[in-house]
């Protein structure tokens, strides 16, 4: 299984590359590397972000990295192990980039 660097969804596989389906971003698969591919994705794993302000989401002041802008959406998930803080993804209110903040 695969991750977005950039807005943490699960890729999928295409070919020779991890894809993600949020957000378009691609990275090259290990060739050396097995994986299995599964159906979907369940409802619950997967969380809509599409048109932010009306879903609800609360802002908060952090500053993109993209456009400057300093106001954006946010929610946490839990990505990894339980046993692991839950990671939070931001969404710019002004270019709509997205990123993620894991407590390391």
Request: glycine share 6%.
């Amino acid at each position: 299984m695969e991750f977005c660097d950039e807005c943490g969804s699960m890729m999928k596989a295409d070919d020779g590359l991890w894809v993600c389906g949020s957000c378009g971003n691609k990275q090259p698969k290990d060739p050396d590397a097995s994986f299995v591919i599964t159906e979907d994705q369940e409802e619950t794993e997967v969380v809509d972000v599409s048109d932010a302000e009306d879903r609800g989401l609360p802002r908060t002041e952090v500053v993109c990295r993209e456009c400057g802008n300093d106001s954006a959406y946010w929610y946490m998930q839990q990505i990894r192990s339980a046993d692991e803080s839950e990671t939070r993804f931001f969404i710019c209110t002004e270019c709509e980039h997205r990123w993620r903040e894991d407590d390391n």
